[in-house]
């Protein structure tokens, strides 16, 4: 079958857009939608949105576009949303307690079902409706909760040891937001997360655009600004 393809990890990336872009619509009680126009709200062009679309079947009618519900639904089962996915959160600092405080994630279907860290004063205490557990208890946890995703918010020296302990537990969905990089072994998934990378990135594109601006105005020349996520 046709949705059998191995999908590129690059429209595995878009694919959640579209999923927002689609319940964003469906909502507004819009049943069907254009190639063009899914393009246009998620911010990528035409030919991109039916190429990725196409490795999950065939739904398009020409001159119709896509029944939204049945695109949801499709896209929603290529990605695996059709059940929950307990995550477990692995240091409470800052940036874990803001991640833990975001309702976001069990909306989407990645309730966050343990808080979990190796500092003995916070160890017992209660933060966002959970009381906080110590690491050691972590394999008990993915049992006992049904963990499938762990996500790293420690300092980076130990990001790899946390890394090293989900693993071993059977969590092989790994989200790591530690500033270090973290090798798991092969059967696991690891994505990482590193906003001043990002922002680093941004501030490249930045400099660009401000020296390019500067340009055009010493030259008294008006470019159209190019749309980088075309």
Known sequence: MERQRRIPEATVARLPVYLRTLLEVQADRVTTISSERLAELAGVNAAKVRKDLSYLGSFGTRGVGYDVDHLLVEMSRELGLTRDWPVAIVGVGNLGAALANYGGFGDRGFPVAAL?????????????????????????????????IGIIATPAAGAQEVADRLVAAGVTSILNFAPAVVTVPEQATLRKVDLALELQVLSFYGQRDSIGSSLRDELGVSVPAKNLGA
């Open 116 to 148: 979990i860290d190796a500092d003995p004063t916070k160890v017992g205490t209660t933060f966002g409706g959970h009381t906080i557990r110590h690491l050691d208890d972590l394999p008990a946890l993915v049992v006992e909760l049904g963990i499938a």
